[in-house]
Protein backbone atom coordinates (compact mmCIF):
# COMPACT_ATOMS: atom_id res chain seq x y z
CA UNK A 1 0.00 0.00 0.00
CA UNK A 2 0.87 3.59 -0.33
CA UNK A 3 2.69 4.48 2.77
CA UNK A 4 4.41 8.16 2.85
CA UNK A 5 6.56 9.12 6.16
CA UNK A 6 8.49 12.47 6.48
CA UNK A 7 10.97 13.32 8.83
CA UNK A 8 14.12 16.31 8.67
CA UNK A 9 11.92 18.87 10.50
CA UNK A 10 12.68 20.79 13.24
CA UNK A 11 13.91 24.35 14.66
CA UNK A 12 15.81 26.64 12.40
CA UNK A 13 16.79 30.41 12.76
CA UNK A 14 15.55 32.76 10.03
CA UNK A 15 18.11 32.98 7.10
CA UNK A 16 18.90 29.25 7.64
CA UNK A 17 18.57 26.00 5.56
CA UNK A 18 16.88 23.08 6.29
CA UNK A 19 16.07 19.47 4.10
CA UNK A 20 12.64 17.79 4.96
CA UNK A 21 12.41 14.49 3.23
CA UNK A 22 9.68 11.84 2.86
CA UNK A 23 10.04 7.51 2.55
CA UNK A 24 7.92 6.26 0.24
CA UNK A 25 7.08 2.71 0.83
CA UNK A 26 7.94 -0.18 -1.56
CA UNK A 27 4.78 -0.14 -2.83
CA UNK A 28 5.59 2.44 -4.61
CA UNK A 29 8.40 1.87 -6.60
CA UNK A 30 8.07 1.37 -10.42
CA UNK A 31 4.72 3.24 -10.31
CA UNK A 32 3.91 6.70 -11.69
CA UNK A 33 3.12 9.62 -9.36
CA UNK A 34 2.83 13.11 -9.34
CA UNK A 35 4.43 13.82 -5.83
CA UNK A 36 4.04 16.86 -3.90
CA UNK A 37 4.92 18.81 -0.92
CA UNK A 38 2.45 21.20 0.88
CA UNK A 39 2.15 22.63 4.39
CA UNK A 40 0.17 24.16 6.47
CA UNK A 41 0.41 26.67 10.00
CA UNK A 42 -2.30 26.82 12.15
CA UNK A 43 -5.43 28.90 11.46
CA UNK A 44 -3.97 29.13 7.87
CA UNK A 45 -4.94 27.39 4.62
CA UNK A 46 -3.16 24.84 3.26
CA UNK A 47 -0.72 25.73 0.72
CA UNK A 48 1.01 23.89 -2.41
CA UNK A 49 4.98 24.44 -2.55
CA UNK A 50 6.26 21.96 -4.93
CA UNK A 51 5.51 18.82 -7.01
CA UNK A 52 7.23 16.34 -9.15
CA UNK A 53 6.16 13.97 -11.67
CA UNK A 54 8.58 11.22 -11.10
CA UNK A 55 7.58 9.72 -14.70
CA UNK A 56 9.52 12.23 -16.40
CA UNK A 57 11.37 14.21 -13.50
CA UNK A 58 9.83 17.90 -13.86
CA UNK A 59 9.36 19.72 -11.00
CA UNK A 60 6.81 22.14 -10.43
CA UNK A 61 6.21 24.79 -8.02
CA UNK A 62 3.79 27.57 -6.25
CA UNK A 63 4.85 31.06 -5.64
CA UNK A 64 5.58 29.81 -2.36
CA UNK A 65 7.57 27.39 -3.06
CA UNK A 66 9.68 29.08 -6.46
CA UNK A 67 13.14 30.60 -6.07
CA UNK A 68 13.78 29.44 -2.66
CA UNK A 69 12.87 25.87 -2.26
CA UNK A 70 13.76 22.79 -4.62
CA UNK A 71 11.52 19.70 -4.72
CA UNK A 72 13.93 16.35 -5.87
CA UNK A 73 13.61 12.64 -5.90
CA UNK A 74 15.83 10.25 -5.21
CA UNK A 75 14.87 6.70 -6.42
CA UNK A 76 17.89 4.43 -4.93
CA UNK A 77 16.79 5.45 -1.24
CA UNK A 78 13.03 6.07 -2.73
CA UNK A 79 12.94 9.30 -1.30
CA UNK A 80 11.19 12.65 -1.61
CA UNK A 81 13.21 15.63 -0.61
CA UNK A 82 12.72 19.24 -0.27
CA UNK A 83 15.66 21.38 0.31
CA UNK A 84 14.70 25.02 1.96
CA UNK A 85 16.62 27.70 1.88
CA UNK A 86 16.79 31.59 3.12
CA UNK A 87 13.81 30.08 5.55
CA UNK A 88 11.70 32.94 7.16
CA UNK A 89 9.14 32.90 10.46
CA UNK A 90 6.50 32.68 7.94
CA UNK A 91 7.61 29.76 6.32
CA UNK A 92 6.66 27.65 9.40
CA UNK A 93 4.16 25.29 9.64
CA UNK A 94 3.89 21.09 8.94
CA UNK A 95 5.44 20.18 6.04
CA UNK A 96 3.71 16.98 4.42
CA UNK A 97 4.07 15.17 1.25
CA UNK A 98 1.43 13.69 -0.71
CA UNK A 99 1.03 11.10 -3.61
CA UNK A 100 -1.48 11.14 -6.62
CA UNK A 101 -1.80 8.68 -9.59
CA UNK A 102 -2.45 11.36 -12.08
CA UNK A 103 -0.26 13.65 -13.89
CA UNK A 104 -2.89 16.40 -13.97
CA UNK A 105 -2.24 17.22 -10.62
CA UNK A 106 1.30 18.28 -11.43
CA UNK A 107 0.70 19.68 -14.57
CA UNK A 108 -1.97 21.74 -12.68
CA UNK A 109 -0.47 21.78 -9.21
CA UNK A 110 -1.89 24.17 -7.02
CA UNK A 111 -2.92 24.76 -3.20
CA UNK A 112 -6.84 23.70 -3.91
CA UNK A 113 -6.38 19.83 -5.37
CA UNK A 114 -6.35 17.09 -3.57
CA UNK A 115 -4.07 14.32 -3.34
CA UNK A 116 -5.31 10.15 -3.02
CA UNK A 117 -2.62 10.16 -0.24
CA UNK A 118 -0.50 11.87 2.71
CA UNK A 119 1.45 11.45 5.47
CA UNK A 120 1.16 13.13 8.69
CA UNK A 121 4.23 15.51 8.01
CA UNK A 122 7.11 17.16 9.93
CA UNK A 123 6.90 20.09 11.61
CA UNK A 124 9.46 23.31 10.83
CA UNK A 125 9.46 26.16 13.20
CA UNK A 126 11.13 29.29 11.72
CA UNK A 127 13.00 31.77 14.42
CA UNK A 128 13.85 35.63 13.93
Known amino acids: QVQLVEYGGGPVQAGGSLRVSCRLS?????????LAWFRQAPGKEREGVAA????????YYTDAGNGRFTISLDNAENTLSLQMTNLQPDDTANYYC????????????????????RGRGTQVTVSS
Open 26 to 34: EYMRGGTYC
Open 52 to 59: LYNGTGRS
Open 98 to 117: AADGSFRKCRLFDSGRDFDY
